[in-house]
């Protein structure tokens, strides 16, 4: 074994392989960009290297710069985890050209299953299934070959990007163009291929683990047909779609193609399976390092393959056979992202002001995050995964709900709320899964509404904030007191304005009554609800809990009211000056404010102030974690200001630029 190896990564991952690194009593080396200087990993491992600044082509993606760090702290393997630089034959070659150990599969292997059209020619020449297609240069002649509707699919990179569901071929040529600009933009080749598509399809992989011995097994399956926008959000082991016969057969499929390819180390074969026929299905790709989904086959299999990735590495055999691995249980991963589902999941970002993640009691939590993490734009969103593990699928589904509910991070949007909902949905309970569910039902498991007692709470807080500098011994002005108090007359109440941002500005009175509770009035009331708060959460109890017309309602908060989280959804709830804003559209006489939908960079100016617009046109770009938002005239009119520039770094609902509207449109 190692005495020292080098975590080519940052967040969630280079936690976990920093974890099994100190299992084994190996020395870890992190490596983090400016942007990551306090971060988890980093103070988490025994040595850490600064690579460059923030973003990531100068640090993460810097194979000179990580090669120094490695050098500078003899290391004598480098684990990559996942994104990055994880599937990078260039890298792998370089790290054996440092005389570094690349704890994954060999460079040649990495370069071919890359390539998804020799990949396929590869393993079909090894017998094994796959999905009927095409590829360049006779791409157009196989699609209409196969007929629609077929999916055409970069040659050079996955995650989504460059793929385009074809279901009309008049609109084939088009297609094709499109397709390759993304490709071209995302991965630097525009090589496409086409595969016929199969509705309603389900997404299946087998986790495949070889040593170089030519030892090779496989660990069973995991079902990943949950997805949004092709990517994964919700994958689980084992599949309720397969019975043991097409399971081995499968599992005997991922096997020849890891042989077919040389292949030594974790990995992953993906197969595209018909929903009501099962033996029919067909490899997709195979991605050649450890996946994010990698715990739910750890706990129904009991092995850290994290462990076996370094074991194999050193040079070890596989001291198990085929016969030798059971799948037990069932788990279920979740991955927690920072995206809001109400502004149609786009990245969010902050920082992490409270932070409660569920471990123990069959649940499991990878993360990078802690209390002071600063989330910002230039990484992947993917903050953290929770796993839940029961004897069966439904106390897994059950345990990893609740654990999602009492899920905690304030100050940053993030999506775990939504797949609390996603979880309870009749279609995934039942096992009725394919990788168009989320996208038919997503409408109905966004909830935009916030909820009375979300503001209720926020003034309740506010309330006693307002009231602790009175608190003390002796005598108290009953004038400096906030509680309406008037001699010889009826308590005044003490106005909230509040406001959660995408909502308009809700107002809430409170007063104090006789028996030390209070009086609280919300916008549109016709009476006022009866109140009672304990105590404002401090320290490491968040939880603040308060009755409302005698029902209890308990959330995880700041103490200033304004950030509040409960059942896995977070709100921030800011001051609202209704004077200020007053002014504001006042002063622009109609106007409307362009604003960040997402913090990020502005990467595209293409107007100047004083400029006319139309309707609809585009003036600026916004760019956050791999994600373009064209931010457009809402109407035609002048651009009357403009507050940022090309390189601009924004926060969320900043203003970026004011359109006051012609005289026609204010007509």
């Not at 193609?257 to 180390?265: E, H, I, K, P, Q």
């Not at 039902?441 to 003034?459: H, R, S």
């Not at 404002?536 to 200033?560: C, E, I, K, N, Q």
């Not at 956050?624 to 109407?635: G, Q």
């Amino acid at each position: 074994m190692f005495d020292t190896v080098l975590v080519a990564n940052r967040g969630e991952i280079a936690v976990r392989v920093i974890r099994t690194l100190r299992s084994l009593g190996v020395r870890s080396v992190a490596v983090f960009s400016d942007a990551d200087a306090d971060a988890r990993h980093v103070r988490e491992a025994d040595t850490a290297v600064r690579i460059g600044p923030a973003p990531a082509v100068e640090s993460y993606l810097s194979v000179e710069r990580i090669l120094q760090a490695a050098a500078a702290t003899n290391a004598q393997a480098v684990h990559p985890g996942y994104g990055f630089l994880a599937e990078n034959a260039g890298f792998a070659r370089a790290c054996a050209d440092a005389g570094l150990v690349f704890v994954g599969p060999p460079a040649d292997a990495i370069a071919l299953m890359g390539d998804k059209i020799r990949a396929k020619e590869t393993v079909s020449a090894a017998k094994v299934p796959v999905v009927p297609g095409g590829r360049d240069p006779d791409l157009a002649r196989a699609a209409r070959e196969l007929g629609a509707p077929v999916l055409l699919k970069p040659s050079a990179g996955g995650g989504g990007k460059g793929m385009r569901l074809v279901r009309d071929l008049s609109r084939l040529d088009d297609e094709i163009a499109a397709a390759r600009r993304e490709a071209a933009a995302s991965f630097g080749d525009d090589t496409l291929l086409v595969e016929r598509w199969i509705d309603r399809p389900r997404h299946i992989e087998i986790q495949v683990l070889a040593d170089g011995h030519g030892n090779v097994v496989h660990l069973g399956e995991r079902e990943c047909s949950l997805q949004r926008r092709h990517q994964k959000i919700i994958e689980e082991a084992p599949s309720v779609l397969l019975d043991d016969a097409t399971r081995a057969a499968m599992g005997e499929a991922a096997v020849q193609a890891a042989r077919s390819c040389g292949y030594v180390g974790a990995g992953t074969v993906e197969f595209i399976v018909p929903g009501g026929d099962p033996a029919a299905y067909c490899f997709m790709e195979m991605n050649t390092r450890l996946q994010v989904e990698h715990p739910v086959t750890e706990l129904v299999t009991g092995l850290d393959l994290v462990e076996w990735q370094l074991r194999v590495a050193a040079g070890e055999r596989l001291p198990f056979t085929q016969d030798d691995i059971a799948l037990t249980g069932h788990a279920v991963e979740a991955r927690v992202c920072a995206e809001d589902p109400t502004r149609g999941f786009l990245p969010s970002g902050g920082t992490v002001l409270a932070l409660h993640e569920p471990q123990g009691d069959g649940v499991r939590t990878d993360s990078g995050l802690s209390e002071g993490t600063e989330v910002g734009s230039l990484y992947d969103p993917m903050l953290s995964k929770v796993v839940a593990y029961g004897p069966d699928r439904a106390t897994a589904l059950r345990r990893l709900r609740a654990a999602l509910a009492g899920t905690v991070v304030l100050g940053v949007p993030t999506n775990a709320g939504f797949l609390r909902r996603l979880l309870a949905h009749p279609a995934v309970v039942e096992g009725d899964l394919d990788t168009g569910l989320v996208e038919r039902e997503v409408a109905g498991l966004v909830t935009d509404e916030v909820p009375t007692e979300v503001y209720a709470a926020a003034a309740l807080l506010r309330q006693a904030a307002l009231a602790a500098p009175a608190r003390g011994t002796g005598w108290v002005d009953p004038f400096s007191v906030p509680q309406g108090w008037r001699l010889g007359g009826e308590r005044a109440w003490t106005s909230h304005h509040l406001r959660v941002p995408g909502h308009d500005p809700v107002t809430v009175r409170l007063r104090d009554t006789a028996d030390d509770g209070f009086e609280l009035l919300l916008d549109g009331a016709e009476a006022p609800a009866r109140a009672s708060a304990g105590p404002a959460p401090s320290g490491a109890d968040r939880r603040f809990t308060f009755r409302l017309d005698g029902v209890a309602h308990t959330f995880a908060a700041l103490p200033s009211g304004t950030w509040l989280g409960r059942d896995g959804d977070a709100w921030q709830v800011r001051d609202h000056d209704p004077v200020e804003a007053s002014l504001s559209r006042t002063a622009h006489s109609g106007a409307d404010s362009l604003t960040a939908p997402m913090p990020g960079t502005v990467t595209v100016v293409k107007v100047a102030v004083g400029d006319e617009v139309s309707a609809g046109q585009s003036l600026l770009v916004v760019e956050a974690m791999k994600m373009e938002h064209v931010i457009s005239a809402p109407h035609a009119g002048t651009v009357a200001e403009l507050d940022v520039s090309p390189g601009s770094t924004v926060a969320m609902d900043q203003v970026l630029a004011v359109i006051t509207p012609t005289e026609e449109e204010q007509a």
